[in-house]
């Protein structure tokens, strides 16, 4: 019996990542404070603010020059993440939050796992649930609110998701 609910919480955090990665990863990118335009010629969104100085950073990872080109950095992992993301999905600022807000999508699974732990399952999914319709209205709502979304290059849900990791572990 251990087994099968073991591999039921696994099934149900699978399924609760990819539904919420894609539904935070589908929801369009909107005009924000750190995500102003989309400007002409090419009509797409440009980051701005400490968005502009994290994405600057993992472009000079990727130009070759270090971090933050050989300079001193205090936050060194989301550049890296945010180097990777550029490999995969490209330059354009609206794929790379695709990429973003589906790995993102792992926040509530882990919430999920969290909540299987110290209560119930049902407590969990429905945990996970307001969770991603949480990230969900904070994307939608990003042009009213300043608020932290998983569409935004900040380091806030980055930290989340480690702090719940070391609380599930």
Same mark, same amino acid.
């Given at each position: ?21 894609? @539904? ?26 400490? +968005? ?12 070759? $020059? ?5 300079? +001193? ?13 550029? @490999? ?14 589906? $790995? ?13 732990? #110290? ?11 307001? @969770? ?8 939608? +709502? ?24 070391? #609380?599930?572990?």
């Amino acid at each position: 019996k251990e087994i099968l609910g073991k591999r039921t919480d696994i099934t149900i955090f699978f399924l609760v990542f990819i539904t919420t990665g894609f @539904l935070w990863g589908f929801i369009p990118l909107t005009a924000s404070f750190l995500n102003p335009g989309p400007f002409p010629p090419n009509n797409i969104f440009y980051p701005y603010a400490d +968005a502009a100085k994290f994405d600057l950073q993992s472009q000079s990872v990727l130009l070759g $020059l270090g971090f933050n080109s050989g300079l +001193a950095l205090d936050r060194p992992v989301y550049p890296l993440f945010l180097s990777i993301i550029h @490999l995969i999905s490209g330059q354009l600022v609206t794929n790379n939050m695709f990429a973003q807000a589906f $790995l993102f999508g792992v926040f509530p699974a882990v919430v999920y796992l969290i909540c299987v732990e #110290l209560c119930s399952r049902s407590l969990g999914i429905s945990t996970a649930i307001a @969770l991603c319709l949480w990230g969900v209205n904070a994307i939608q +709502a990003n042009n009213l609110l300043n608020t932290s979304t998983p569409k935004q290059i900040l380091t806030d849900f980055p930290m989340a998701i480690m702090l719940s990791l070391v #609380l599930y572990v």
